[in-house]
């Protein structure tokens, strides 16, 4: 299967700092970028949506000032923490797809702000 | 709106003992359906799909899903339990175009020897 890379893989930040993640489609190009976030024990929950060229859909309670998307490319999107506070030490994955095909993962990122 | 609701947080099995994970969905139209299993700390790994096709689809490691219609369940079983196949499972449902994944609470599978 298609393979979806995200980097880091883990990461560990002071409070008050930024810290970008990036997720990129190594072997198609992605039309449609996903970003969940995954609590501890807990099911994911999609943050945003993501189409190459054009400005991220955020759901809904999702603060889209705090957490950045950018989707420059048909295969790199961006996912930058602002002012990250240890409320926000979680682990994010990424997906990706084309056009009707199913969504691969990336390997997730565990954010962790002390 | 699309939901779905795995019945079971928790499901402890011997290795060697069949496996049945339960799924119900709902949704307002045909919808495809997935099962994904994560190992702790990793991402999530396509087992299987439902799009729609075949009710009985078969996936990786010797995993299955029936898709019942009437029940509006997708159960996913396995005959031989092994002790590699423990993780976390979530169900997923998605309507055209796979857009919008909803992930189910997740059930996590001990597996004993």
């Known amino acids: 299967g298609a393979v979806v890379s995200q980097h880091p893989s883990w990461v560990i930040c002071k409070s008050g700092t930024s810290v970008k993640i990036e997720c990129r489609s190594l072997?198609?190009?992605?039309?449609?970028m996903f970003w969940y976030r995954q609590f501890p024990k807990q099911s994911l929950m999609l943050m945003a949506t993501?189409?190459?060229?054009?400005?991220?859909?955020?759901e809904q309670g999702v603060e889209k000032d705090k957490f950045l998307i950018n989707h420059a490319s048909l295969t790199l999107s961006t996912l930058t923490v602002t002012s990250a506070h240890p409320e926000d030490s979680s682990f994010y994955i990424c997906?990706?797809?084309?056009?009707?095909?199913?969504?691969?993962f990336g390997q997730g990122t565990r954010l962790t702000v002390v | 709106a699309q939901s779905v609701t795995q019945l079971d947080s928790h499901v402890s099995v011997s290795e060697g003992t069949p496996v049945l994970l339960r799924c119900n969905y709902s949704?307002?139209?045909?919808?495809?359906l997935f099962w994904y299993v994560q190992h702790p700390n990793k991402g999530l790994q396509l087992l299987l799909k439902?799009?729609?096709?075949?009710?009985l689809v078969k996936g990786i490691n010797g995993f299955e899903a029936e898709f019942k219609k009437s029940e509006t369940s997708f159960h996913l079983t396995k005959p031989s339990a092994h002790m590699s196949d423990a993780a976390e499972y979530f169900c997923?449902?998605?309507?055209?175009?796979?857009?919008?994944?909803?992930f189910g609470t997740g059930t996590r599978l001990l597996v004993s020897p």
């Open positions: 997906s990706a797809e084309q056009v009707l095909t199913e969504a691969f």
């Open positions: 072997d198609f190009q992605a039309t449609t």
């Open positions: 993501s189409n190459e060229g054009s400005k991220a859909t955020y």
């Open positions: 949704s307002s139209y045909s919808p495809s």
């Open positions: 439902y799009t729609s096709a075949a009710t």
């Open positions: 997923v449902v998605s309507g055209a175009g796979f857009q919008k994944l909803v």
